[in-house]
């Protein structure tokens, strides 16, 4: 299994970035998806999860901000941020499991991570 994340970058406070996954080796519509981060010298945090029918987990940082949408036709799922702030910067995970427990509110038990990658957000 892969999830490789790709759209990282750096982006003004205010503005907005596109992060995406790509997963293969899975049965991808049978998977919860979801976006943690972790910024330096902080827990990893929830940032969305979306369902294997659609219902989507905002963390209450983000909410009203970024939307999570999946394609399982092509196995991705993206994050899309916007209105972005200086606290968001954070390597972002792609993850993945069949648990929609784990992928909520137990994300050590996630059966799959992707590598990260890094928002920068400056002010």
């Known amino acids: 299994v892969q999830l490789q994340a790709s759209g990282g970058g750096l982006v003004q406070a205010g503005g907005s970035l596109r992060v995406s996954c790509a997963a293969s080796g899975l049965t991808f519509r049978a998977y919860y998806m979801g976006w943690y981060r972790q910024a330096p010298g902080k827990e990893r945090e929830l940032v969305a999860t979306?369902?294997?029918?659609?219902?989507?987990n905002y963390g209450d940082s983000v909410k009203g901000r970024f939307t999570i949408p999946r394609d399982n036709a092509k196995n991705t799922v993206t994050l899309q941020m916007n209105s972005l702030k200086p606290e968001d910067t954070a390597v972002y995970y792609c993850?993945?499991?069949?648990?929609?427990?784990?992928?909520?509110?137990?994300?050590?038990?996630?059966?799959?991570w992707g590598k990260g990658t890094l928002v920068t957000v400056s002010s």
């Open positions: 979306i369902s294997t029918d659609g219902r989507i």
């Open positions: 993850a993945a499991d069949l648990s929609l427990g784990d992928m909520t509110r137990r994300p050590e038990g996630i059966n799959y």
